[in-house]
Structures are given as structure tokens and as C-alpha cells.
């Protein structure tokens, strides 16, 4: 009897010990798995997805029998037992039933076969794909809730950090799988495949900075209908003014924005201020009310792009010549948006060069629009990029694909989190473009995981010549001795929790203002003046809370790149 026991254990045992290689294995699959189908690289899906399920049923294979059924049957020490042989069978259903699923999904939306010519995609391939995806994704969630199911306290301590292991590892895929579906479910409604849709595009200046990135300039009406995308108007924004809002937000939010950007932007009544909050929901909001009260036609979404987003995207679609000869290619495309154009029409009448503007923006982006199958991949990796950015952002009425939209960086979202969170905007004052001037720098300094202090410290560097800018650059200051000096406001979005101490400027205390924006306390400065050469320093102080979690942040798109550093101990997540 000893000897059948001592047998069994070691039974247990050994195959415990092949079944987590196994489990292993295919954990670190299931990484790469979702960074293949995130990338849309089906050939490797499918490759990862055949050797899971091999992995999968020999690990299942392995804790089946009746050695292990027995233990599983012994009063608290059958706990880690339970948790193995559970994990195991969780894993072979997700390997074997839910992942080729998906994987098949996939092949569906392959972007060189998604595209039926030019300038329309075939609606039909997405609703393939959105079949299987949707059953894909029920069946992820019964599978993750018999993992959680499973105990998680059990006497040995590899089962149960196998358990975690597992369940972080297939959350992470199927949260990819239900973004799919999601995303597959909405799409071809979103593409008109039922009926005619419109979606706002705006396009930024960043030279003209705002806490969203840039002043909302041009801006285009993109059309969908059967999957067939055409941009129908193009404007400036100088065609949307003297009009007042009032966007769909809830009344908390509407009070915290009216307290924050009311007194110094009116974005509810300034086109050109709408934006200064890093929270593109809203700013999408203001400017789809805005313009549907201008022009009367109901909008279903709206998205934002910047000059140097262009630059990620035309290297596969060719050079563009314009109308003039002007060539416009990813090399120059941001300076030539940024500042070239305002050198061009120094002389000129806005609206010359406001035309001019509009005709090149048309030109780009009904290339970009029409660019053929060869250069879709290229092109995929530039809005991937863009998107990293934040210089591509989407807002949909959907509310269930919104959700999903704001859980990405697509979303443009603000995150309400608790994690040691920074993230520094600037809004520049006085017009004109000088932000293609500035170059900036930031600097966490968290000295621990628990309650502390801690300091954001910018730098902000003017690059701008002392004479020769004409007014539409240099704005207020485009003659006399203030030729090449800006104003900027400079802002602080703090950790959740957070308690102001101080805000410098070169050493020197300065008075600030302190409300909140989903969740984050937020300091904002007092303007600061910087002259042409100079380097200015302002440095935020504030009281932390007990960190929870991994840094997170978001940058502030600009004409250069934002360098950012951060000094704090690894608090975990």
C-alpha cells in the first residue's frame, strides 16, 4: 500500500512538474500571440496557435489520470492539486477551442485583402471575422472565470504563482480578442455599411500649442458609406467662429472644465482654444458641436492628426507635388505645416494662405486615403506609430466601442488611475506659431514608494532667432525688442491623491492655481515669458501618496520630441 502511494506521489510529481514546462511555454506563447494578432501578422498566429495547442493537450494529457484525481479528493493538500489539474484544462480549452477561433478571425483582416479598390474596404471580410470573434470572446470569459474559480491559496506556493501566471497571461489575450470583436462588430456600421456616416477630422498645429497637442486648424468631413471613404469638404478654422456650445458632458465634468479653462479660453465659444485640456473626448465633443451647428449635418465621430503623424505615414505613399510645384514628402511635411507655409505667405492675406493650407492638407490626405495595397503595411506601422504618439486619436458616439477606444492610446484619454501618474501641458498665449521654437525636457523625481514628495521639473528652451519673424509666426511680438519671446502656461497633472506644495520659476515661488480633472490634481502656473535663447525652469512640488503600481504618463505632442526622465524605485505592477 506504502509503495502504490509513494508510486502516485511521484506520479503526481513528475507530471506536475512536465505539465508547468508545458504551461510554461505556452504562457510566453500567449505573449507573443497577442502582440501577433495586435499586429495583424497572421503566419506566426498561426503558428503559435498550432504549437499551444500541442503544448496545451500533453499538459492537460499529464494531469488526467486517476493518480490525480485521487489527490484532488485529499482534504487540504488536494487545494494544489485542484488549482494544477483546473490550470491545465483551462489552458488546453483556450489553446483548443477559443484561440483558433481567433486566429482564423484574423486572416480575415488582412489589410491588403481588405481593400476592394483605392478607396474602399470590404465591409463583408470584417462581418467574417466578427462571427467567430464574438464566440471567441464568450467562451474567453467562461474559461477566466473557472481560472479565478480555481484556489488561489494553497499550500504550495508554485501552484499558486502558476495560477497567477496563467490567469495575467490569458486576461492579456483576451482582452485582445475582445477589442477585436468589438472593434469587427462596429466597424463595418462605422464604415456605412447600413447607412451613410460622417466623421470630423481636424487637423492640429502644434506650433501653436495647446494641452491636446496643437491649435485645431483645417479641418476635413470624411464620408463612409458601404466602406467607400471620401473627404467631401475641407475648411479652415477660421469658418467656424462666433459659435457657442454647450457638448454633452456630464455635469461634473462640465463644472471641473469650466473651472479649469472657462476664465482664460472660453473653449465652449473659441474654436481655436477648444483644446486645452489633454483629454481629447471632450475637445472632440466642442468641436463636432461646433461644426454640426455651423453646418448642419449630424456627425458620428471625429479624429485628430498632426503634421509630424503625416511624416510617420507618407514614406510608402510617395511624394506629393502641388498645384504650385511645392513637393511635399515625410521628410518635409512637418516643417512645411509648422512654419515653411507661414514664411511663404509673409506677405500675403490670411485667407491666400489659409486656401493654400487647405488645397495641401487635401492633397496629403486624399493621398493617404488612396494609397494602394503595396503600401498598406508601411502604412499601418505609420498610423501604429502615430497612435504611440498621440498624434492619431478617435472619438465615436458608440458608446461601447468608445469604451474600448479610451482603454487605448487611440482614445486619447486622460486615465483616471492611481498609479504614479505625470503629465505636463503647456498652452501657449498670444497666437502666432513660436512652439516650433520650443524644445522641452521633464524630470520625475519620486524618492520612494510611499508617501513622499516629490518633484516634475520642465525645462523649456527657445530656439528662436531675436529678429526677422514676421507677425503670423511671432504673433504679438513680431517687431520691436520682444521680436522672438513667447508666453506659455505651463500645467502639472499629478498622481491621484496628491497634495500641491509649490510651483518655481527659475528658483523663484510663484503663485498657481489648483483644481482637479478626472481625478488628477492639476497646478497650473502663471504665464512665463521666455525670450529668444533662453532656457526657462519651472518645477512642480507635491505631496504623494503611498505608490500603487507601475509610472504611467502621457506626452504632450509637440513640433520636437518631449524628453522625458524618470527617477523612482520600482514600486511594483
Not at 483645417?218 to 462666433?242: E, H, V
Not at 489648483?514 to 519651472?538: A, C, D, I, N, S
Request: overall charge positive; glycine content about 8%.
Amino acid at each position: 500500500m506504502i509503495f502504490v502511494l509513494l508510486v502516485g506521489v511521484g506520479w503526481i510529481v513528475v507530471t506536475g512538474l512536465m505539465a508547468r514546462h508545458q504551461a510554461d511555454q505556452m504562457r510566453r506563447e500567449l505573449g507573443q500571440l497577442r502582440s501577433a494578432l495586435l499586429h495583424g501578422d497572421s503566419a506566426r498566429a498561426s503558428d503559435l496557435e498550432a504549437s499551444m495547442r500541442q503544448q496545451a493537450s500533453r499538459a492537460r494529457s499529464l494531469t488526467a489520470g486517476p493518480a490525480w484525481w485521487t489527490a484532488t479528493k485529499i482534504p487540504y493538500l488536494g487545494d494544489a492539486a485542484t488549482t494544477a489539474r483546473g490550470a491545465t484544462a483551462v489552458v488546453d480549452e483556450l489553446a483548443n477551442d477559443v484561440l483558433p477561433k481567433a486566429v482564423s478571425a484574423r486572416s480575415f483582416l488582412k489589410p491588403a485583402d481588405l481593400r476592394l479598390s483605392s478607396d474602399q474596404v470590404d465591409v463583408a471580410r470584417i462581418q467574417q471575422a466578427a462571427l467567430p470573434l464574438t464566440a471567441a470572446s464568450t467562451q474567453s470569459d467562461a474559461l477566466l472565470a473557472r481560472a479565478n474559480a480555481l484556489p488561489g491559496h494553497t499550500w504550495l506556493g508554485i501552484v499558486n504563482s502558476s495560477r497567477s501566471d496563467l490567469i495575467s497571461s490569458a486576461t492579456s489575450v483576451v482582452d485582445q480578442i475582445h477589442q477585436l470583436a468589438a472593434v469587427t462588430a462596429w466597424l463595418p456600421n462605422a464604415l456605412g455599411a447600413d447607412r451613410p456616416r460622417h466623421y470630423l477630422v481636424v487637423f492640429q498645429t502644434d506650433s501653436e500649442s495647446r494641452g491636446l497637442g496643437g491649435l485645431p486648424g483645417s479641418w476635413a468631413l470624411l464620408a463612409a458609406r458601404n466602406g467607400k471613404l471620401k473627404f467631401t469638404r475641407f475648411g479652415a478654422d477660421t469658418d467656424i467662429r462666433r459659435i457657442t456650445v454647450h457638448p454633452g458632458l456630464t455635469k461634473h465634468y462640465r463644472h471641473e472644465y469650466k473651472l479649469l479653462f472657462h476664465h482664460h479660453y472660453r473653449p465652449y465659444r473659441s474654436w481655436a482654444n477648444s483644446d486645452p485640456s489633454p483629454h481629447f473626448p471632450v475637445a472632440a465633443k466642442i468641436w463636432m458641436a461646433m461644426w454640426q451647428k455651423r453646418y448642419g449635418i449630424h456627425l458620428n465621430g471625429a479624429l485628430t492628426t498632426d503634421p509630424v503623424a503625416l511624416r510617420f505615414m507618407l514614406p510608402t505613399t510617395g511624394k506629393i507635388t502641388l498645384s504650385d510645384g511645392m513637393v511635399i514628402n515625410a521628410r518635409n511635411v512637418a516643417p512645411f505645416f509648422e512654419h515653411q507655409i507661414y514664411l511663404k505667405f509673409a506677405s500675403a492675406g490670411t485667407a491666400v494662405r489659409k486656401q493654400y493650407q487647405q488645397d495641401a492638407a487635401k492633397a496629403v490626405a486624399e493621398r493617404i486615403l488612396s494609397s494602394g495595397a503595396k503600401s498598406l503595411p508601411g502604412l499601418t506601422r505609420g498610423v501604429r506609430q502615430a497612435i504611440n504618439n498621440r498624434r492619431l486619436m478617435i472619438f465615436t458616439r458608440n458608446r461601447a466601442i468608445e469604451r474600448v477606444l479610451l482603454s487605448h492610446r487611440v482614445g486619447g484619454a486622460l486615465p483616471k488611475v492611481t498609479n504614479p501618474f505625470v503629465a505636463v501641458t503647456m498652452n501657449m498665449v498670444r497666437a502666432g506659431k513660436m512652439g516650433y521654437y520650443l524644445r522641452r525636457s521633464i524630470t520625475y523625481d519620486r524618492p520612494s514608494c510611499g508617501a513622499t514628495t516629490s518633484t516634475v521639473t520642465m525645462k523649456i528652451h527657445n530656439t528662436a532667432p531675436s529678429e526677422g519673424l514676421n507677425q503670423r509666426i511671432a504673433g504679438s511680438y513680431a517687431y520691436g525688442p520682444l521680436s522672438g519671446s513667447t508666453i506659455v502656461v505651463p500645467a502639472l497633472y499629478a498622481t491621484y491623491g496628491s497634495t500641491p506644495v509649490s510651483v518655481s520659476y527659475d528658483g523663484k515661488h510663484r503663485v498657481f492655481r489648483y483644481k482637479h480633472e478626472r481625478h488628477h490634481p492639476v497646478m497650473m502656473g502663471p504665464r512665463l515669458f521666455l525670450h529668444p535663447g533662453q532656457t526657462r525652469t519651472v518645477v512642480f512640488t507635491v505631496k504623494e501618496p503611498p505608490a500603487t503600481g507601475r509610472f504611467m504618463t502621457i506626452r504632450q505632442p509637440g513640433v520636437g520630441p518631449l524628453k522625458q526622465t524618470v527617477n523612482m524605485p520600482n514600486c511594483g505592477g
